[in-house]
T-cell receptor, first 117, second 114 residues
């Protein structure tokens, strides 16, 4: 079955460490997204990528970095510059065409819960 | 600026009762509107979407939503709630050029009592 796989499900980070969250999709979707979810704040966009080797900052990109070397993969690195990284991180994908991205909605992974210890 | 407001942080309904979750949006053009559902510790699942045509849209799991342009609303309804509907529900609007930016509301958590 096609879908999005996020790993790990739980991740613990020490102060000052960089950590990388994995996101892989086999839906043949062109566009991929990273969202951060905090209680009572809904989802906030960190980065998105429309095609391989291209990505754009979202609303809260500071302290995060991404890469898109393969269509299937869109890893997110939470750097030590992110002062409050404890959150639930969601990866999503969609058809890339302008109308398609909205016509079909997003497919989400099951998330990674990151905790700073 | 585009925005989505879900006025109710949480709602409790009895099993078998009807449900309406409210959503108001702010967007200059004709919006693309969505409702997603999230079970605890899981990702979001698309329930339904609207972008043109009939203003009453049907979704999965027996949900429906009505687009009212005059009220800038897109409320989600279900005639009879089941215990398995307990989850968090997010309203969202597709915004921005290129079709890549979706703005989510803060969510409404639904509790179902027996």
């Amino acid at each position: 079955d096609g879908g999005i796989t996020q790993s790990p499900k739980y991740l613990f980070r020490k102060e000052g460490q960089n950590v990388t969250l994995s996101c892989e999709q086999n839906l043949n979707h062109d566009a991929m997204y990273w969202y951060r979810q905090d209680p009572g704040q809904g989802l906030r966009l960190i980065y998105y990528s429309q095609i391989v080797n291209d990505f754009q900052k979202g609303d809260i990109a500071e302290g995060y970095s991404v890469s898109r070397e393969k269509k299937e993969s869109f890893p997110l690195t939470v750097t030590s510059a992110q002062k409050n990284p404890t959150a639930f991180y969601l990866c999503a994908s969609s058809i890339a065409a302008r109308q398609g991205a909205f016509s079909y909605g997003y497919t989400f992974g099951s998330g990674t819960r990151l905790t700073v210890v | 600026a585009q925005s989505v407001t879900q006025p109710d942080i949480h709602i409790t309904v009895s099993e078998g009762a009807s449900l309406e979750l409210r959503c108001n949006y702010s967007y200059g053009a004709t919006p693309y509107l969505f409702w997603y559902v999230q079970s605890p510790g899981q990702g979001l699942q698309l329930l339904l979407k609207y972008f043109s045509g009939d203003t009453l849209v049907q979704g999965i799991k027996g949900f429906e939503a009505e687009f009212k342009r005059s009220q800038s609303s897109f409320n989600l309804r279900k005639p009879s709630v089941h215990w398995s509907d307990a989850a968090e529900y997010f309203c969202a609007v597709g915004a921005g050029t290129g079709g890549f930016k979706t703005i989510f509301g803060a969510g409404t958590r639904l509790f179902v009592k027996a």
